[in-house]
């Protein structure tokens, strides 16, 4: 069995932080406590990473990232700065300043602000003003690789006809708070939600793999799930690995059958599931069709090998 895993990824934030048009030190800024986000959930971000290498750092699929906060923005009617070209320009300025001596994680926001002149309370989207900001994180990596115990949670994951499931919503994350809460105090380290049907959706902040007889399967990206970007780097390399992955409906009693599991996001890459609802998954270790998934992403994520370069964008440090 997984030792019980610390809950703390991100490690020091960077000294610089683009907020609302602006490079600022990060120690400085603050919301207003009428923050309309802080109070009804009405924000988007993203997560993405950076991999250290000599005198540069490598972001991965950063335009993607920014691609889907944009729609997600939108779904919000939130303006964004700029271009996907543009935020990534900012993201690469910031990792420029902050120059962490490892991997990061960046996290930009979006959200709404404050009610214009005019704009009665309430809830609502429009008559209220915007923010963005984006910050840089020092990151361990491999913190998860010696794999978890997950549970199953009580706590279903929404429909996507009441939290539409594409967008990093804030507000929406309150599920995974409260699924991740009640699998800790359980003694898990994580929790797999399952959708208003009783199959299998995701788990708190990542998508689920499970291998059956050699083939992968994985809840359907039009399911009530975040259809990840490293999901979808997963898919692709398992088809360049000759995988076969089919994307269907999961039950639970396949789940805890299932030979290996593994999870996939951006924050921790690829991490082996070793027991579920305290059932060791095949030999309660990370499989070997796991090992090899993740070794191949940990490969392309840090450009070794040289495969998928429109994946990465270089940004050169001082
Ligand atoms: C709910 C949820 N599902 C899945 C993922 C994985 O998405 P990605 O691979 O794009 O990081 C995340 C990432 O944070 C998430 O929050």
């Known amino acids: 069995m997984a030792e019980h895993v610390a809950a ?19 120690d400085v800024p603050h919301l207003p406590l009428g923050t309309q986000a802080l109070h009804y959930g009405t924000g988007v971000f993203e997560g993405i990473r950076s991999h250290r290498a ?63 002149p005019g704009t009665p309370p309430g809830v609502g989207l429009t008559g209220v003003s915007d923010a963005w900001s984006i910050t840089s994180h020092g990151f361990a990596a491999g913190r998860l690789a010696g794999g978890i115990r997950c ?7 929404s429909s996507r006809d009441a939290m539409p499931a594409q967008a990093k919503i804030t507000g929406g994350y309150v599920t995974s708070a409260l699924a991740c809460d009640e699998a800790r105090a359980a003694g898990y380290d994580d929790a797999i939600l399952l959708d208003g049907l009783g199959n299998v959706a995701e788990a708190s902040t990542a998508n689920i793999f499970a291998v059956l007889g050699g083939r992968v399967v994985t809840p359907p990206a039009t399911g009530d799930l975040l259809p990840g970007i490293t999901r979808d780097t997963v898919i692709t390399l398992c088809g360049e690995s000759g995988v076969d ?35 060791d998954i095949g030999c309660g270790t990370t499989g070997p ?30």
């Open 245 to 279: 992955v089919a994307e269907r409906a999961l039950g639970p009693a396949e789940l805890i059958t299932a030979d290996e599991i593994f999870l996939t996001s951006t924050g921790n890459g690829i991490v082996g599931v070793h027991a579920v609802a305290g059932r």
């Open 151 to 157: 549970a199953i949670s009580s706590w279903r994951r």
């Open 54 to 116: 000599a005198s540069a750092t490598v972001l991965f699929r950063v335009h993607d990232h920014y691609e889907r906060m944009l729609r997600a923005c939108r779904l919000l009617r939130i303006t964004a700065p700029g271009s996907v070209e543009h935020l990534v320009d900012l993201t690469v300025e910031l990792l420029r300043r902050n120059n962490h001596d490892g991997d990061t994680y960046v996290r930009p926001l979006a959200h709404k602000l404050s009610l214009l």
């Open 289 to 318: 069709l796991t090992r090899l998934i993740a070794s191949r992403y940990d490969d392309v994520v840090r450009g070794v090998g040289g495969a998928h370069p429109e994946w990465l964008t270089t940004v050169h440090l001082g």
């Open 8 to 26: 703390t990824p991100v490690l020091g934030l960077g000294q610089w932080a683009y907020d609302r048009g602006g490079f600022v030190r990060s």
